[in-house]
């Protein structure tokens, strides 16, 4: 073996029912003493009791998908204006999103309260989006210091939204398979993650109270995004944010509907990948293969599958395709064309049947 592993320090505390006390532990702990609480209004409910045991001197509600750029300048000037010492994000990734754009420019530590599968809360990776264009990038600054993971706090996330966000840490793990920092570290946890979420997200499906279930999904989510921030973006995730920004598509549909056909389209020049997803799939699907075991996880779950279902016109195909041939990594598994990719493309915006 020959590689470096980079692991980005946090803390992680699995809370389920306790977010509130959690919260104002890894708040004392770090220091702060004025909370910049950022929680869209849909989160209201999930935020307050949080609200009630920290020093909040501002609570910033305005929460866009995708992280516009006008919308982030706004969040930073509401800090500054408040005099935060420390950000708390209760919501998904658009929320942590949020909060990360604060402090890539302030420095301030972000305890993060996830309430979807994103993943966004144990990256170091943030994004914003100026009209058309999602920009990506690496910076210290916005790994949340302290993650809370609460259970209790997904039990009403509605069905659909499960199910795509789940589908988004799964691709997390399986493009942390072969993107460009991989390693045999990050291979490994994402290969757990495949097998948490595989477990998880079924039982969530049948029962959204379940706590079992859903700490599974969290721990998932959690593995897949740790592997990810060590691995870096590969191609599922180029695809994604391209076509997220451009189109201003869902996130974690479109994660959900592009996920099978990159992934057919890769493991055929991937075999150990293949291998190591097959076989986290396999432990709760009796089906041989990779693509197999999704397709067979994606039934339970009836999952996202046609672009066009989002709102993506077809002729955004050929206007996609530039940007992402530009941003696909050279190291991909199987040699990227654009007759490949747009056969690709095509196949995800109509739903067709994955090959």
């Known amino acids: 073996m020959k590689f470096t592993h980079e692991t980005l320090p946090q803390r992680v505390v699995f809370a389920a029912g306790e977010s509130p006390a959690a919260v104002a532990a890894e708040v004392e702990a770090l220091g702060g003493s004025k909370v910049m609480l950022i929680a869209s209004d849909r989160e209201r409910e999930l935020a307050d009791p949080i609200a009630k045991e920290v020093p909040v001197v501002l609570r910033h509600e305005e929460v866009v998908m995708h992280v516009p750029v006008e919308v982030a300048a706004r969040a930073l000037q509401a800090a500054a204006g408040a005099g935060a010492d420390i950000l708390v994000s209760v919501g998904g990734g658009s929320t942590t999103g949020l909060a990360k754009a604060v402090a890539l420019t302030t420095g301030l530590p972000i305890v993060a309260v996830p309430t979807t599968y994103a993943g966004s809360e144990a990256t170091n990776v943030w994004g914003l989006t100026e009209g058309e264009t999602k920009t990506t990038g690496v910076d210290a600054r916005v790994l949340p210091a302290s993650v809370v993971y609460d ?9 659909e939204m499960t199910v795509a966000s789940g589908l ?10 072969w993107a460009p920092r991989t390693d045999p570290i990050d291979r490994a946890l994402a290969q757990e993650g495949i097998r948490a979420l595989a477990t998880g997200l079924p039982a969530v499906a049948e029962d959204s109270t379940s706590v079992e279930g859903i700490e599974q999904t ?27 920004g451009m189109f201003n598509l869902p996130h974690a549909q479109t994660h ?32 041989e293969g990779a693509s197999a075991g999704l397709a067979a996880l994606r039934q339970v779950l009836d999952a996202p599958r046609a672009l066009r279902d989002y709102g993506m016109p077809e002729d ?22 654009y007759a490949n990719l747009t056969v690709l493309l095509q196949a995800a915006w109509a739903g067709e049947p994955v090959n």
Do not use: W
Request: aromatic fraction near 8%.
């Open 168 to 177: 988004n840490a799964m691709a997390h793990c399986v493009d942390s398979m």
């Open 218 to 244: 969290l721990y998932g989510a959690y593995l897949a995004a740790v592997a990810f921030a060590s691995a870096g973006s590969g191609m599922h995730h180029k695809i994604c944010h391209v076509l997220g």
């Open 316 to 337: 955004g195909i050929a206007k996609a395709l530039g940007p992402i041939m530009k941003a696909i990594p050279a190291n991909n598994p199987t040699h990227v064309t």
């Open 256 to 287: 959900a509907v592009v996920l099978p056909y990159v992934l057919a389209f890769n493991t055929p020049h991937a075999p150990e990948a293949e291998a190591r997803i097959a076989q986290a799939f396999g432990t709760v699907f009796p089906t």
């Open 151 to 159: 259970a209790g706090l997904l039990t009403t996330l509605p069905g």
